[in-house]
């Protein structure tokens, strides 16, 4: 990891960014396997999900072994869920990713939001969020 985590971060979101813009949008899946087998090429070069994106930027693989413990990967993941509860009240990567009419210029243009983005508070983790909801009901 870089000396600076955040530069790190913004480096690895729009790496991610220049991916996805190349190869495409996969939805459902990290990666189109069935492209990568049908056309021969690598894995990493087929149609990628926001995160198959990230991961490829980072390690080469859209599902790298360990990449919940890889920092690099869990830096960048964790600072996109951040830019996503703050802009659009959720974290879930995957289900902002596989929304029907979601479109590859839409990842692009999040992963390039998010690298630019900084944090001015710390973002409440999904379940702080639902325990302050609930107990607010």
Known sequence: ???DPLAQ???DLRNAARIIRTNGLMQHNYCDYDQAIASGIR???ARLCTLGGVHVAISGDPL???YHENPRITAATGHLRGYLMHQYGTDHVIDWNDTDGRTAADVVRLLFKAAAWTPTAVVPARATVNA???ASA
């Open 1 to 3: 990891m870089s000396p």
């Open 43 to 45: 894995f990493r070069e």
């Open 64 to 66: 790298p072994v360990g």
């Open 9 to 11: 971060v913004r480096t």
């Open 132 to 134: 302050i909801t609930t």
